[in-house]
């Protein structure tokens, strides 16, 4: 059952759903292969279809088109921490939405700084507030998504930024639905915005915007994060057939495509119950879970290092694990040795009760004497 989720779970989720982000936003960029995310095209399908025919662009291309649904991992994850641990927080919005931001909002500062002086030193301090200024500072107000021509920011999935600070407006709105309504109230809300959403894009893609960057495009995942916490419930056979079903049609026709999202993501989550003995024991997984916010906002910039060497099959399988490895210990370097550990803390880096895994690390590891993460709460 979804709800016997704990902190562990969520660890070595992040941890798998931030490898594939990381894959996928290396892959998608040098590979043939592409994906569905915000725009759909029949063909990216058949090119995937082609790519599985040899080994060596199969991985690849198979990361490019799947990985991003790690984001939908994330935030049905961020939907069910919250429902998890702040359900019945009485503060008020304003006090939830500033308390949220001052836990996301230092890290992502710390990330983005060292990025602009060094766009600076290169391309010049004019250039750079000419060309990413406005952009950074429509992101920073958790707008960008909002405004025509502003949805993708400079560097890849930052964002995700607006986005959540977005949910977190929201919040308040979507347990007090839930509190009188139930599950009932959470689906009717999911259909409701699939359809707009489904209507609205054809409107919107005119003025370079869609639905798909803001959480009423992704308001299934939120939904079954709440639902997933609050009730009890399973994914039986028929329910996964159906996301099965919804994922592989979604892929080929653009009707049912907006599907794909939840689709995957149920997929994942089953995928996921299925092995939950055997992933609950990675250390790796959850040590990458444990490092997957500095991942997130720092893969984008890393990834460049590596782009131009993968000109073959070969050689972008092997540059997209390079690039994983390095955008992985440049976060643990970072967070281990350089990050403060009560800012860690505060800002939920890691935890604050870590005997609650019962880990114990060999005598010989680099991390020994040092809590264990118990998770990040979204």
């Known amino acids: 059952m979804l709800r016997d989720l704990d902190k562990r779970d969520t660890l070595v989720l992040k941890g798998l759903a931030i490898s594939a982000i990381v894959f996928h936003n290396f892959c998608h960029l040098v590979g043939p292969v592409h994906q569905d995310e915000l725009t759909f095209k029949p063909g990216r399908f058949v090119v995937f279809l082609k790519a599985l025919h040899d080994p060596m662009t199969a991985i690849a291309g198979f990361c490019s088109f799947f990985g991003h649904f790690g984001v939908d991992i994330f935030i049905f994850l961020a939907a069910y921490g919250l429902a998890k641990s702040q359900w019945d927080d009485p503060a008020p919005w304003g006090r939830f939405l500033w308390g949220r931001i001052t836990k996301l909002y230092p890290i992502f500062v710390l990330v983005v700084l060292p990025w602009m002086i060094l766009m600076a030193d290169e391309l010049g301090p004019s250039h750079t507030l000419k060309a990413y200024g406005v952009k950074l500072l429509w992101m920073f107000a958790g707008v960008s998504n909002l405004i025509p021509g502003y949805g993708l920011p400079p560097i890849g999935p930052w964002w995700f930024i607006p986005f959540i600070v977005q949910f977190y407006a929201l919040w308040p709105l979507l347990r007090r639905l839930t509190n009188r309504f139930g599950q009932p109230g959470l689906l009717a809300l999911a259909v409701s915005c699939h ?13 370079s915007m869609s639905l798909l960057d803001t959480p009423i495009g992704r308001m299934p995942d939120f ?94 399988l092997f540059f997209a694990c390079v690039n994983a490895a390095t955008s992985f210990a440049v976060a643990a370097i970072i967070q281990e040795f350089f990050l403060p550990r009560a800012m860690a803390e505060k800002f939920q880096l890691v935890p604050r009760a870590a005997n609650k895994l019962n880990v114990v690390l060999p005598p010989h590891s680099p991390f020994a004497g040092r809590s264990e993460l118990a998770g990040q709460e979204e």
């Open 223 to 316: 939904c079954l994060g709440i639902a997933a916490a609050r009730f009890p419930v399973r994914l039986n056979a028929r329910i996964v057939a159906a996301a099965a079903a919804g994922l592989l049609f979604g892929s080929m026709y653009s009707i049912i495509w907006p599907l794909t999202f939840v689709s995957a993501l149920i997929l994942s989550l089953a995928i996921y119950l299925r092995m939950r003995s055997a992933l609950r024991e990675s250390r790796l997984l959850m040590r990458i879970g444990e490092y997957s916010m500095l991942i997130f906002l720092l893969n984008g910039i890393l990834r460049y290092e590596f782009m131009p060497y993968a000109n073959s099959p070969r050689s972008l």
């Open 195 to 207: 359809v707009f959403v489904a209507v609205a894009n054809q409107f919107l893609v005119h003025w």
